[in-house]
Structures are given as C-alpha cells and as structure tokens.
C-alpha cells in the first residue's frame, strides 16, 4: 500500500526542508516541517504555505453543465455568476454525504470541482454515473492540477508583493483566473484555516515557482497537513470521514444551511426532507473537557457510563490551549451546557457541551 | 541527530531509567519527544500507583497523537514530576533533564536486560 502512495510535485521540496512525511489520501504528505504549534501561529498571526495538490479537481462542461452541478450539488448554482465559489456535499439518495467539495462557476456552461484527496475516484465514479442523461462533459484533471494554499492575516499583502499578482480585489468566496508565462492559474479567496487567504491552482511549474518564491522570501512559514488539522479544527470546519460522511448527513453535522431544499432537485433531498421534519438522532457537538487530557477520534463519550457517542475530532486547543473536541453524540444530550464524560484510555474526563467553533474566524469579506 | 546520554538504563519503547540507591527515574529519550513533536500532555500514575516492566503506566500527548508510556522496571511510584502538569513542553525542551516519575525499584535485576547508551544509540540509527 505505502509503495503506491502518490507524490505532489512540491514532494522533493518536503523533502529538502526536512519536512516529516506520511501517508494522506494516498499522498506521501508533509505532516510538519518544524513544529506543528510553530505552522499553527504562523498562519493565525502571519502567513503559512500549504502544498494541497492533493486535492482533486473535476471540471463540468457543456450546454447541461449547470443541471448536472444542481442535481449532484447540494448548494445551488443557479444564480451563481462567473466568478463566484460555492461550498456544498454531493449526498447518496439515503442523504450520507459522499464528498464535501467547492464548485467554481468558470464559464456560464463549465465548472471547476474541488474534492477530497481519498475520494477522488470514488466522487468520479459518482459524478460520471450520475451524468447520465446530461449533455454534460466530465473530466478529471486531479493530475493536472497542483495546488497551494496561502493563509494568514498578512497572505494579501505577501501575495501581491512577492508574486506581483493583485488579490485585494477578490472577495471572499471569489476567483479569478489570470495568465502567467503564458498559463491560466486560478486564484480564489479561499482556504481551510479560519484566517483570509487564498488558493492557488494552476500546473507543477508555475506552483513550484509560487512556492520558491513564497517560502524563498522566508516571510511565508512552509506548513504541514497536522497544523491544517489543528486550524481547520479550531473554526469548526468539517473534515470528511470525521465530521461528515456516508453515515452522517449535512443535517446532523450542522452544516444544513449548505443544503438549499428550495431547489427543484438534487440527489439526496427528499431524505435530507424527510430528516428535517423526523428530526435527527445524532449531532456533531462541541465538548470542552474540564482538565487538560486530551479528546483523540474514536474515543467514547458517555453518560452515566452509557456510550452515547464518540470524538470526530480533538486536540488541546494550539490557539486557545482548552481541551476540545467536536463528537458525534445522541440528539437527546446535544443542548449547550450538557455534561458529558469522555472516555481517555483508561479514566473518564468531565465536559461540557458547547458550541463547536472554538476560535473566532478571522476572514475578510 | 538525537542526543543519548552516558549511565542510564534504556528500553526499546524509548524510555530511560537512572538509577540512585534503590529509587529509578524514569523518563522519555530525546529521540522519542523528537518523534512525538510539541508535547501538550503528560498523564501520569499517582503516588503509591505500582508500575510494572513492560506495562503501560501513563501517556505522552503531543498535538497529533497519544503515546503510552511503558515502565522499563516494576516498582512503587514514590513521586511524580507535578513541573510536567503545567509545563508538559519541558519533555521536548530537555528530555533527559525531566523525569517523569521516580519508583521505588522491586527488584533491580530487571535493570540488566535494559540497554547502555552505545546499544541504545544503535537501534536509535535503525
């Protein structure tokens, strides 16, 4: 298995920065190049540079392009201009999710997905099954593509002197694409961490030239995949396969307000609907823990010594430094305030349910 | 490269134990809090807790993952490094400086089939 893992093109480049490397998504990946709380306040307090060509990228083309987006795409698309990006899930018609991914509308008949690493094929498969029907093109450019992530307060500022490229223009939630050495790369204001940033999308050349530039500069803080996690985590964004996934609807992770049941259709909405008026069984919670142990995925949370659910994701807090994590629990204890255990190795810590956003986000818009 | 040190009995799980009188002090390699990366948590026994060879006796949390902590010898815990529960990162500071708990050791045989630092260095280069 670990002999087929897949390399970005910035992977020699870890390398040489003495970058610990392991497997993601069926990448060899950067998890830290120094020190995960070091990447950690580099990008809540300056700017970080994050390899995410492992990301995979599907464009939609063609007279249905838009139809196909809004039958496969929870969000909707329909009064979306060029120029805009969505956040959305593709859901199974039992209302799991199967990816959760950004859709840029490139042209008024084309547009750019952007998927999980470790889904790739299957969203592909997904997408392509689903096509039938559709006088729509399909196509996965994931080897196409290598992408960046520049993150941070100062990544405006950074991006337009050390690449000569203006940014100030984008709003969140926007792209542009522009030509450099005679290339599209596409620019958006975008990012995982809960700060301003951007994604940088275009071949191996051109990123391999943003990231000597950046990193070159020693004004942007090369970052690994752990402090991703810790960031992402902190602002209550999901990670699929955690937070989301074929068992947990958009509705039970509290991400329903990406699900526009005003659409005519999608795959997924009449469960989605049917979820709504039931109500839910489970819920994606915050938990702040009363000690400073630490919540890892998988471990048990329990009331009177009943299971009632487990840890999605948790970390002492790099930017907060409380003991935190999101856990899926029954509906029934969800309420803010509820006292929960969890269970770490062998003794129960005591918790609190709380809201899942840990750390203000921080993004311009 | 990892620092080992001369005089101290270490294990394969990267423990090392210094020994004064009848009393060991056990503690995590530098190699091992330099695998970990930034430690954010040491859980510890309690005092009067026995600890025995080979088993699990606590953990180490970095910010990415739990390590257990594996006694190299059997014995009674007499102390535990309280300095650990406020200021964890002084494992990754000085691995070999920052004990974590000091056993009463029952039976000081168990120290020879420990490593010295040469063999320990070895597997450290594995």
């Given at each position: 298995m670990e002999n087929n893992l897949k390399r970005t093109c910035l992977y020699d480049k870890h390398v040489a920065l003495g970058a610990q490397m392991s497997p993601f998504g069926g990448f060899d990946m950067p998890i830290q190049y120094t020190s995960i709380i070091e990447e950690h306040n580099a990008v809540r307090h300056a700017c970080g540079i994050f390899d995410v060509s492992h990301m995979g990228e599907v464009l939609i083309s063609g007279p249905d392009a838009e139809r196909l987006v809004g039958h496969l795409f929870t969000n909707d698309v329909r009064e979306m201009p060029v120029g805009k990006v969505l956040y959305g899930m593709m859901l199974y018609p039992e209302g799991g999710v199967v990816d959760d991914l950004l859709v840029y509308k490139t042209a008024p008949d084309a547009f750019f997905l952007v998927i999980n690493a470790a889904?790739?094929?299957?969203?592909?498969?997904?997408?392509?099954?689903?096509?039938?029907?559709?006088?729509?093109?399909?196509?996965?450019?994931?080897?196409?593509?290598?992408?960046?992530?520049?993150?941070?307060?100062?990544?405006?500022?950074?991006?337009?002197?050390?690449?000569?490229?203006?940014?100030?223009?984008?709003?969140?939630?926007?792209?542009?694409?522009?030509?450099?050495?005679?290339?599209?790369?596409?620019?958006?204001?975008?990012?995982?961490?809960?700060?301003?940033?951007?994604?940088?999308?275009?071949?191996?050349?051109?990123?391999?030239?943003?990231?000597?530039?950046?990193?070159?500069?020693?004004?942007?803080?090369?970052?690994?995949?752990?402090?991703?996690?810790?960031?992402?985590?902190?602002?209550?964004?999901?990670?699929?396969?955690?937070?989301?996934?074929?068992?947990?609807?958009?509705?039970?992770?509290?991400?329903?307000?990406?699900?526009?049941?005003?659409?005519?259709?999608?795959?997924?909405?009449?469960?989605?609907?049917?979820?709504k008026a039931e109500g839910i069984q489970k819920k994606v919670v915050g938990i702040e823990l009363h000690e400073k142990a630490v919540p890892r995925n998988g471990y048990d949370i329990e009331v009177n010594g009943q299971r009632i659910g487990y840890v999605t994701t948790g970390y002492q807090s790099i930017s907060t430094g409380k003991s935190v994590c999101m856990a899926l629990i029954d509906n029934q204890y969800a309420a803010l305030g509820t006292e929960v255990d969890v269970r770490i190795r062998k003794k129960l810590f005591r918790g609190t349910v709380c809201k899942k956003r840990f750390y203000q986000k921080n993004y311009k818009k | 490269?990892?620092?080992?040190?001369?005089?101290?009995?270490?294990?394969?799980?990267?423990?090392?134990?210094?020994?004064?009188?009848?009393?060991?002090?056990?503690?995590?390699?530098?190699?091992?809090?330099?695998?970990?990366?930034?430690?954010?948590?040491?859980?510890?026994?309690?005092?009067?807790?026995?600890?025995?060879?080979?088993?699990?006796?606590?953990?180490?949390?970095?910010?990415?993952?739990?390590?257990?902590?594996?006694?190299?010898?059997?014995?009674?815990?007499?102390?535990?490094?309280?300095?650990?529960?406020?200021?964890?990162?002084?494992?990754?500071?000085?691995?070999?400086?920052?004990?974590?708990?000091?056993?009463?050791?029952?039976?000081?045989?168990?120290?020879d089939s420990l490593m010295d630092a040469k063999a320990y260095e070895a597997i450290c280069k594995e």
């Open positions: 889904n790739i094929d299957k969203d592909f498969a997904w997408m392509q099954e689903n096509s039938k029907g559709f006088n729509a093109r399909v196509e996965n450019l994931s080897e196409q593509y290598a992408e960046v992530a520049v993150q941070g307060p100062k990544a405006e500022e950074l991006m337009e002197r050390l690449l000569g490229v203006k940014v100030s223009d984008l709003e969140f939630y926007t792209f542009k694409e522009v030509e450099v050495d005679g290339k599209k790369v596409l620019i958006s204001r975008t990012g995982y961490t809960g700060e301003d940033g951007f994604e940088v999308y275009g071949d191996a050349a051109y990123i391999n030239k943003v990231w000597d530039i950046l990193v070159g500069s020693k004004e942007v803080t090369p970052c690994g995949l752990g402090c991703r996690d810790t960031l992402r985590f902190e602002v209550a964004l999901p990670l699929y396969g955690h937070e989301l996934s074929q068992d947990i609807t958009p509705i039970e992770a509290g991400l329903g307000s990406f699900v526009k049941m005003d659409k005519p259709e999608f795959i997924g909405k009449e469960a989605i609907a049917r979820q | 490269m990892s620092k080992v040190i001369e005089g101290l009995y270490y294990s394969e799980s990267h423990e090392w134990v210094k020994v004064e009188g009848n009393y060991g002090y056990i503690g995590i390699t530098d190699y091992a809090q330099h695998a970990l990366g930034n430690i954010v948590y040491v859980d510890m026994p309690d005092v009067d807790d026995e600890v025995e060879k080979d088993s699990e006796f606590g953990a180490v949390e970095s910010v990415k993952a739990a390590s257990d902590l594996i006694s190299p010898v059997s014995g009674t815990v007499v102390e535990v490094n309280e300095a650990l529960n406020d200021q964890p990162e002084l494992l990754n500071q000085d691995a070999f400086a920052n004990w974590i708990i000091k056993v009463e050791l029952s039976d000081s045989t168990e120290l």
